[in-house]
């Protein structure tokens, strides 16, 4: 097996979201297309691909392989694109034997009003049945993703906010009638049980990794490939042909979350925890957790670490049988681990594991920690 080109990144600060929704809804760079002008297709493939960083070399052989990969007048790929010496983005709208380009104004690649004004510009021009949506780039720490080196901030790195794009991407679907079937965090580490709750609601299925992720990656030809002969099938699908078509090098695991089921989690999970709490276990001493680090911060297997709370506690069996059973048969719709990879704690969604009290109060505004146990869970066990 080739090496792998697994890349971390490191950064200060996070995203500014500067965006008014309301308005961006209304607004588009370009002549946007009348109703009845505007161009069907069976699926679009949105692609942000913020590459102002050490990334920049993977660009085109990306932009390539989606070039070579539309074959029908059915599909469209579009991509918005920053790279490591060019002072603005680029979009790019891939069809079948054609490839538009248009310069844009925009600098900075890690400002969700400018992702936002992406979409809407999409949704401008074209029409379509099925909608993916593909964020490329770096994973950062837990609320971040996909930096922009060169934000115009001096030196200062910036970062999309998790948060944030989740608001962009539901205005986005709402504006579309609910047609976005997948979410794909092209990312390392986005595969945890913060992320993929924070976006449940903007599209049917949500792909990501839940540890490292490889560039620049190679599913591409062979998925557009396939979308031209059965564009009829779900995010869910498209998902899996997304794994089945990668190459072995490129990744550690997959993780497909069926978002439909995810608002189910609280009420089958937040019983399992107040029953781990109230047993008032001793702090567990967490150096001995086959735990993950990324961008500085601890991860762990998600059901590994109930697995050993249950294990500390009197918790009926049952209860975490019955959760198990919850995640790997309805809300995880695929876990793919690499066919080489001989890790046997993995189950497809990572946890935040954080070191004191201090490094949690940062991400208390997640809507994983309004809704789960976990911050009484960690008040309990961990500090």
């Not at 297309?33 to 691909?49: E, Q, T, V």
């Not at 400018?114 to 909608?131: G, H, R, T």
């Not at 497809?348 to 146990?373: A, N, W």
Request: with cysteine.
């Amino acid at each position: 097996m080739k090496r792998r080109k697994f890349l971390e990144y490191g950064a200060l600060g996070s995203a500014a979201f500067i965006a008014n929704l309301s308005m961006l809804t209304h607004q588009s760079s370009g002549m946007a297309a009348s109703g009845h002008n505007k161009r069907h297709y069976d699926w679009i493939l949105l692609y942000w691909m913020p590459y102002d960083n050490d990334l920049s070399g993977f660009g085109q052989p990306i932009l390539h392989m989606l070039i070579k990969g539309v074959q029908s007048d059915n599909i469209l790929v579009a991509v918005e694109s920053d790279f490591s010496g060019t002072r603005n983005l680029s979009r790019r709208v891939i069809t079948k034997g054609k490839v538009d380009i248009q310069q844009l104004k925009t600098v900075n690649s890690a400002r969700e009003d400018a992702f936002a004004e992406y979409l809407n510009w999409a949704q401008s021009q074209f029409v379509a049945d099925n909608w993916a949506i593909i964020f490329l780039g770096h994973g950062g720490r837990l609320d971040q993703v996909s930096p922009d080196n060169h934000a115009g901030l001096g030196n200062q790195t910036q970062w999309m906010n998790i948060q944030k794009l989740r608001d962009v991407v539901a205005q986005f679907n709402q504006d579309i009638n609910d047609r976005v079937e997948l979410f794909f965090f092209q990312n390392c580490n986005k595969g945890t049980i913060e992320a993929h709750y924070t976006l449940h609601d903007v599209a049917e299925y949500t792909l990501s990794s839940q540890k490292l992720l490889g560039a620049p990656n190679h599913y591409y030809e062979s998925l557009l490939q396939f979308l031209s002969y059965s564009p009829e099938v779900n995010g869910g699908e498209l998902a899996e042909k997304i794994i089945q078509f990668e190459r072995s090098d490129m990744y550690n695991s997959y993780t497909v979350t069926n978002n439909r089921i995810i608002p189910e989690l609280p009420v089958k999970l937040n019983p399992l925890l107040e029953e781990i709490i109230a047993a008032q276990i001793k702090t567990l001493p967490t150096n001995q957790l086959k735990s993950y680090s990324y961008m500085g911060e601890r991860y762990v297997d998600f059901v590994y670490f109930l697995q050993t709370l249950c294990q500390q506690t009197a918790t009926t069996p049952r209860h975490y049988a019955e959760l198990v059973k919850f995640l790997k048969n309805s809300m995880i719709h695929k876990f793919q681990q690499n066919p080489n990879n001989s890790e046997t704690d993995l189950s497809g969604l990572g946890l935040f594991l954080p070191q004191s009290r201090r490094e949690l109060e940062q991400y208390l505004y997640l809507p994983v920690f309004r809704d789960l146990k976990l911050v009484e869970l960690f008040d309990n066990v961990l500090f």
